[in-house]
Nanobody, 121 residues
Framework: QVQLVESGGGLVQAGGSLRLSCVASGSIFSFNAMGWYRQAPGKQRELVARITSDGSTNYADTVKGRFTISRENGKNTVYLQMNSLKPEDTNVYYC???????????????WGQGTQVTVSS
């Protein structure tokens, strides 16, 4: 079993900052990538930021220059530093990990339960 547990969401005023954390635990052999997605009610889940095992990152255009994704490999943890937050960043943020479990040859996607980020104007 693999679990992803997110933390760090909350309510912040526009222009403020939050840092999301996601810890992966379980029988993990290796990571291909970890990332953050967000989903507003009635809309599709969209990529916010992603970091691969070699440290390459990519971001949604709407968050470039404001959000930074990073990893702490030894702790199976990924962070999302969110600065200059805007009301339109209000969403449920989900952690994703594409990883190989021990004794399994192919990778799978795993998701956290989501954490609410609300930005007031």
């Amino acid at each position: 079993q693999v679990q992803l547990v997110e933390s760090g969401g909350g309510l912040v005023q526009a222009g403020g900052s939050l840092r999301l954390s996601c810890v992966a635990s379980g029988s993990i052999f290796s990571f291909n990538a970890m990332g953050w997605y967000r989903q507003a009610p009635g809309k599709q889940r969209e990529l916010v930021a992603r970091i691969t095992s070699d440290g390459s990152t990519n971001y949604a255009d709407t968050v470039k220059g404001r959000f930074t994704i990073s990893r702490e490999n030894g702790k199976n943890t990924v962070y999302l530093q969110m600065n200059s937050l805007k009301p339109e960043d209000t969403n449920v943020y989900y952690c994703n990990a594409n990883l190989r479990r021990a004794l399994k040859l192919t990778p799978d996607d795993y998701w956290g339960q989501g954490t609410q980020v609300t930005v007031s104007s």
